[in-house]
């Protein structure tokens, strides 16, 4: 059980969200894909963050604008009135807030964000990289071909490692250029983002490429249509136990941060899967 308090000021990125940690999702949005409507009022967003923290998560990722293929963006107004309520309420614990936006991010911050998840990399708004590197918090660079709305349409690669490899490479010095320092950035694949589910399985298994660009990795799988895929089911959402299984697998290749939404069943899997890589009990 991780403790409410978790400290967030350590000295280095893993001191702060150590390996294996898991990200737990509390989407505030009417659309998301997998638990869109869940978390609707603020008090059940608040009742389920507080739940995942007690059951082992290292933090929680607290978004108001779902990023699903086809989903519309929501104005910054829109975005601010979901996210807010949940940040002021979650105040003293380990969040981070999923949003590419500087003005929803400078409130997060203000709020006590530990990290701003921006699955545009910085490149929706810029200037977010000068309110991470003022802010001095934490910032994780996802990589998307396209955008929510038109990346499923047709996405192609030469090679998808290579490329996507190459972009993260170039966010990373974007955001160094812009004054984050190195040990504030994680890097993240974007799993379902402008991605095939053969793209998406091909990125997990030379994940070992990514993790080489030398920053923790963070990987998004949780429920995502891949895995449903795998199953040879027809339906969007990937099950929990697949979405493990995937975690496991990411974990073996390096990965150190896990987005999920069933929160007790992966810290349970991810500690097992860490048991077994040190070859003992005790960590
Ligand atoms: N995936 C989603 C949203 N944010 N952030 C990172 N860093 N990595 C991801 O893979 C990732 C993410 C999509 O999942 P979800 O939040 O469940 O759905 P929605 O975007 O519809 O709210």
Same mark, same amino acid.
């Given at each position: 059980?991780?403790?409410?308090?978790?400290?967030?000021?350590?000295?280095?990125?893993?001191?702060?969200?150590?390996?294996?940690?898991?990200?737990?999702?509390?989407?505030?949005?009417?659309?998301?894909?997998?638990?869109?409507?869940?978390?609707?009022?603020?008090?059940?967003?608040?009742?389920?963050?507080?739940?995942?923290?007690?059951?082992?998560?290292?933090?929680?990722?607290?978004?108001?604008?779902?990023?699903?293929?086809?989903?519309?963006?929501?104005?910054?107004?829109?975005?601010?009135?979901?996210?807010?309520?949940?940040?002021?309420?979650?105040?003293?614990?380990?969040?981070?807030?999923?949003?590419?936006?500087?003005?929803?991010?400078?409130?997060?911050?203000?709020?006590?964000?530990?990290?701003?998840?921006?699955?545009?990399?910085?490149?929706?708004?810029?200037?977010?990289?000068?309110?991470?590197?003022?802010?001095?918090?934490?910032?994780?660079?996802?990589?998307?071909?396209?955008?929510?709305?038109?990346?499923?349409?047709?996405?192609?690669?030469?090679?998808?490692v290579d490329?996507v490899a190459?972009?993260?490479?170039?966010?990373?010095?974007?955001?160094?250029?812009?004054?984050?320092?190195?040990?504030?950035?994680?890097?993240?694949?974007?799993?379902?983002?402008?991605?095939?589910?053969?793209?998406?399985?091909?990125?997990?298994?030379r994940l070992d490429r990514i993790v080489a660009l030398?920053?923790?990795?963070?990987?998004?799988?949780? =429920?995502?249509? /891949? @895995?449903? &895929? *795998?199953?040879?089911? $027809?339906?969007? !959402?990937?099950?929990? #136990? +697949?979405?493990?299984?995937?975690?496991?697998?990411?974990?073996? =290749?390096?990965? /150190? @941060?896990? &987005? *999920?939404?069933?929160? $007790?069943?992966? !810290?349970?899997?991810? #500690? +097992?899967?860490?048991?077994?890589?040190?070859?003992?009990?005790?960590?």
């Amino acid at each position: 059980m991780s403790d409410l308090k978790s400290d967030i000021s350590g000295a280095t990125f893993l001191d702060r969200w150590p390996r294996p940690s898991v990200m737990g999702v509390v989407n505030v949005t009417p659309d998301s894909f997998s638990d869109g409507g869940s978390y609707a009022s603020t008090v059940d967003a608040v009742d389920a963050a507080r739940r995942m923290l007690a059951d082992g998560a290292t933090l929680v990722d607290v978004g108001g604008e779902s990023t699903r293929p086809g989903a519309e963006p929501v104005s910054v107004e829109q975005e601010l009135r979901r996210v807010v309520p949940v940040l002021e309420a979650l105040s003293g614990t380990p969040v981070s807030v999923d949003t590419s936006r500087v003005d929803v991010a400078r409130r997060a911050i203000e709020l006590g964000a530990a990290m701003v998840n921006d699955v545009s990399a910085l490149r929706r708004e810029p200037e977010l990289a000068e309110v991470v590197a003022e802010a001095g918090v934490d910032v994780c660079l996802m990589h998307m071909q396209g955008t929510p709305r038109t990346m499923q349409d047709e996405p192609r690669y030469e090679d998808v490692v290579d490329e996507v490899a190459s972009f993260l490479e170039e966010r990373l010095s974007f955001a160094i250029g812009a004054g984050i320092l190195e040990d504030r950035v994680c890097l993240d694949p974007g799993i379902g983002f402008g991605k095939t589910p053969d793209h998406n399985l091909e990125l997990l298994r030379r994940l070992d490429r990514i993790v080489a660009l030398g920053r923790p990795v963070l990987v998004g799988l949780s =429920r995502k249509s /891949t @895995l449903a &895929r *795998v199953a040879g089911e $027809p339906g969007r !959402v990937g099950s929990d #136990a +697949a979405s493990m299984g995937a975690a496991v697998a990411a974990f073996d =290749r390096g990965a /150190t @941060l896990f &987005r *999920v939404h069933d929160v $007790p069943a992966h !810290v349970e899997a991810l #500690a +097992a899967a860490s048991a077994v890589e040190r070859g003992s009990v005790v960590a």
